[in-house]
């Protein structure tokens, strides 16, 4: 609902789970452009949200931590803005259409 633009993403609470749901369809890390994480882990969504806040600078006011919160935010509005395309495609229509799926699998 908030990738669609049907639910405000000012009003969400929790945006790091909606940050996942992209990260599993988009090589987030590599359109943003992000450093690894410092765990071998992997990435997670809040590693993406925690990197993408030290890239652009998003610190809180007292600490001067990595604000993800502001982070999550700003990359679901790239994606709510069409700076970041997400494609779904219904299941089954490559074997519909004869061709070879383009994403992994």
């Not at 969504?45 to 006011?61: F, L, P, S």
């Amino acid at each position: 609902q908030v990738l669609a633009g049907v639910y405000p993403i000012s009003q969400l609470q929790e945006p790091y789970s909606a940050v996942g749901f992209l990260a599993t369809r988009l090589p987030l890390p590599t359109l943003l452009q992000l450093r690894p994480p410092a765990s071998t882990a992997g990435w997670t969504a809040w590693d993406i949200c925690e990197a993408w806040a030290e890239k652009r600078g998003y610190k809180t006011a007292k600490a001067a931590r990595n604000d993800v919160y502001r982070a999550a935010n700003s990359i679901l509005r790239l994606a709510a803005d069409g700076r970041l395309r997400l494609c779904l495609r219904p299941p089954g229509y490559f074997a519909q259409k004869g061709e070879p799926c383009p994403l992994p699998a």
